[in-house]
C-alpha cells in the first residue's frame, strides 16, 4: 500500500466535487463530512419513521374506504423512506441501531413539524399538501447531493413523495369545496399547519450555521431562505384556487421581485420544539421507544429461528 | 441477545425480464427469506422489480478506491480495442 497524506487526500476529494462526480462508501473522505452526513441521514430517516405516528392517527378513522387505503399506502411509504435512509447512513460506517437509539435518548433530532398534533381529518389533507410539498422542496436538491447513496434514496423518495402532496391536496381542496362545516375544517388544518410548514426548511441563512459548509460539501444545494420563497410562491396561489386563506395578514405579492412577501416567522416557537417543547415531542419519542422495546421478542425469536435453522442445515 | 443486530443485506432488482439485477440498496433481515420479503416491501411497491437477489453484505468483495487507477490502467492504454481507433475510407459502409 502506497503512502498517501493527508493533503493529497483532501485534494482529490475537493476534486471530485468540483467535478461534480459523486462519493462513494469506500472513497476517502474528511471527517467531517462523513460525520455531517450520518447526522443529516439519520435525522431525515428519523423524520420519516416519526413522521408515520401524525398521520398513523387517522387511518383507523379515514372517511372511507378509499381514503383509508391511500393514506395507509402513504405511511408505508414514509416507512420505506426511512428505510433507504438507514441503509444509506449504514454506508457511512454507521450503525443503524446506534442512530435510532440516539433517536430514543434525545441526542438526534428529527423535523420539527411532526411534534404537532392532527386533531381532525383535515390535518391528512394539510400535511400531505404542505409538509409533503414543503418536504418535496427540500428534498429535490438533495438528489444531487455529493453523496451518491443519499442522493441515490433521494430520487426514489422524490418519485414517490408527489403521490403523497396530491392526495393531501385531494382532500384539503374536497373539503375546501365542500359544506361550509367542511370548509372551515380545511381552514382551520391551513391555519395550524401553515406557519410549522414554512419553518421546515431551518432557521434564516443568517443563523444557519451549517449552510456554509454543507453548500460547499454540496450537499445541500439551496439554502434554507430560498427554498421556503420557493415553496411560498407555488403554495399560495394553490391555497387561492381552493378558496383558503393563508393566515397572514402580512403576506403580499411584490410585483418588481416577483415574490410573495411574508410576516415575521415565529422563531421562539420554532427552537422550543426544536428543543423538545413542542405539543407532542414526549409523545413521539415515547411511541417509538414502545415500538422497539415491545417488538424485541419478535426480533430475538426470528433472529434464533434463523440460527437454529442454520445449524440444522450445517449438520 | 437483546442487543444483537439482524444481519445487514444487499439487495438487487431485475427491474423486467431481459434486464440484469441490479443493486437498489441494503436492508436487516434475520435470514435470506426475510431478506427477501422485506426486499419487496422495501424496495418494490410500486412494480419494480420481477425478480430479487439477495447477498450478506459482509459476503461482498470490493475493490479499493484508492487502486483504481492502478486497476483499470490497463484498459486506458488500449484505446485500439474501441472501433473509433480505426479510420474506415469514405465509400465503406456496413463496418
Given at each position: ?19 461534480e ?15 455531517t ?8 430517516a ?17 372517511p ?42 434525545g ?44 442522493a ?22 374536497k ?18 399547519w ?8 431551518g432557521?434564516?441563512d ?10 460547499n ?25 381552493i378558496g ?15 415574490h ?56 | ?7 445487514l443485506?444487499?439487495v ?7 434486464l ?17 420479503e422485506n ?22 468483495f ?34
Open positions: 500500500m502506497k503512502e498517501i497524506n493527508l493533503t493529497e487526500l483532501e485534494a482529490a476529494f475537493q476534486s471530485k466535487l468540483d467535478r462526480i459523486r462519493i462513494e462508501p469506500n472513497d476517502w473522505m474528511p471527517a467531517d463530512y462523513r460525520k452526513l450520518i447526522r443529516q441521514i439519520s435525522q431525515h428519523h423524520s420519516e419513521i416519526v413522521g408515520m405516528l401524525p398521520e398513523g392517527n387517522w387511518i383507523t378513522r379515514a372511507n374506504l378509499r381514503r383509508k387505503a391511500v393514506l395507509l399506502a402513504k405511511v408505508q411509504d414514509e416507512a420505506g423512506h426511512g428505510l433507504y435512509l438507514y441503509s444509506a447512513v449504514e454506508t457511512l460506517g454507521a450503525d443503524r441501531e446506534e442512530t435510532i437509539d440516539d433517536l430514543h435518548s441526542k438526534a433530532k428529527y423535523s420539527s413539524i411532526f411534534n404537532y398534533p392532527t386533531v381532525s381529518w383535515a390535518d391528512m389533507g394539510a400535511i400531505g399538501w404542505l409538509v409533503d410539498g414543503a418536504a418535496i422542496m427540500n428534498q429535490v436538491p438533495l438528489c444531487r447531493c455529493s453523496y451518491g447513496p443519499y441515490r434514496a433521494m430520487v426514489r423518495v422524490c418519485k414517490e413523495e408527489s403521490f403523497h402532496q396530491r392526495q393531501g391536496f385531494e382532500i384539503i381542496s373539503l375546501a369545496l365542500g359544506t361550509p362545516e367542511q370548509k372551515e375544517m380545511a381552514q382551520d388544518a391551513l391555519n395550524r401553515w406557519w410549522p410548514a414554512l419553518m421546515m426548511f432557521p434564516n443568517a443563523d444557519s450555521p451549517h449552510t456554509q459548509q454543507s453548500m460539501w454540496k450537499i445541500k444545494r439551496s439554502t434554507n431562505d430560498e427554498l421556503r420563497q420557493l415553496f411560498i410562491d407555488v403554495t399560495v396561489p394553490q391555497a387561492e384556487l383558503l386563506t393563508i393566515p397572514d395578514p402580512d403576506l403580499k405579492w411584490n410585483q418588481e421581485t416577483g410573495y412577501e411574508i410576516g415575521t416567522i415565529n422563531w421562539d416557537e420554532f427552537w422550543a420544539v426544536v428543543s423538545g417543547n413542542g405539543p407532542c415531542n414526549r409523545e413521539r419519542v415515547a411511541a417509538r421507544k414502545k415500538a422497539k422495546e415491545d417488538g424485541m421478542w419478535v426480533r430475538e425469536a426470528a433472529l434464533a429461528h434463523a440460527e437454529k435453522r442454520k445449524a440444522r442445515q450445517a449438520s | 441477545m437483546s442487543q444483537k443486530e439482524w444481519p443485506w444487499e438487487f432488482i431485475r427491474s423486467k425480464q431481459g440484469n439485477h441490479k443493486h437498489v440498496g441494503s436492508l436487516r433481515a434475520a435470514d435470506a427469506e426475510m431478506a427477501i426486499a419487496r416491501d422495501v424496495y418494490t411497491r410500486r412494480s419494480e422489480g420481477v425478480s430479487i437477489w439477495v447477498v450478506e453484505s459482509n459476503r461482498i470490493a475493490s479499493d478506491p484508492t487502486e483504481a487507477d492502478a486497476l483499470f490502467e490497463p484498459a486506458h492504454s488500449k484505446v485500439y480495442r474501441h472501433p473509433t481507433f480505426y479510420d474506415v475510407p469514405d465509400g465503406i459502409s456496413h463496418m
